[in-house]
C-alpha cells in the first residue's frame, strides 16, 4: 500500500503561483511514474500532467502546457507541480498519483493509488 499526502494548496489571485507537492510513504513510486489530475466543482476528473519513473519524460494537458510543470526527487520520494500564470479555472482539487507502470499515462485507469487532494482556489 502506498500513501500520498498532498500539500501547498490554498487561494492565491490571478496570474500567481503555487508549488504543489506529494510526498510518498513508501520509496517503491521512485520505480514508477507520477501524475497530477484535477477536480472541478460540476465537472470531470481532469489529467493534467505525468512524470516518468526517471523524471526524463513528463507530458502535459493542453490546457496547462506552458504554464505547469511536473518534477520529482526520487531521493526524498516526492512529486512537485509548479503552477504559474493561474487562471480563475484552474480552481479545483489537485490529486496526486502513482502509476501501475514506469511510463507517462494520462489515463485515470492506469494509476493505482491516490492522494486526498489540495484545494487550489484562483481568484479573478
Known amino acids: 500500500q502506498v500513501q500520498l499526502v498532498e500539500s501547498g494548496g490554498g487561494l492565491v489571485q490571478a496570474g500567481g503561483s503555487l508549488r504543489l507537492s506529494c510526498a510518498a510513504s513508501?520509496?517503491?513510486?521512485?520505480?514508477?511514474?507520477m501524475g497530477w489530475f484535477r477536480q472541478a466543482p460540476g465537472k470531470e476528473h481532469e489529467f493534467v500532467a505525468g512524470i516518468s519513473r526517471s523524471g526524463r519524460e513528463t507530458v502535459y494537458a493542453d490546457s496547462v502546457k506552458g504554464r505547469f510543470t511536473i518534477s520529482r526527487d526520487n531521493a526524498k520520494n516526492t512529486v512537485f507541480l509548479q503552477i504559474d500564470s493561474l487562471k480563475p479555472e484552474d480552481t479545483a482539487v489537485y490529486y496526486c498519483a502513482a502509476s501501475k507502470f514506469l511510463y507517462t499515462t494520462t489515463q485515470t485507469h492506469d494509476y493505482a493509488y491516490w492522494g486526498q487532494g489540495t484545494q487550489v482556489t484562483v481568484s479573478s
Open positions: 513508501r520509496r517503491t513510486v521512485s520505480r514508477i511514474a
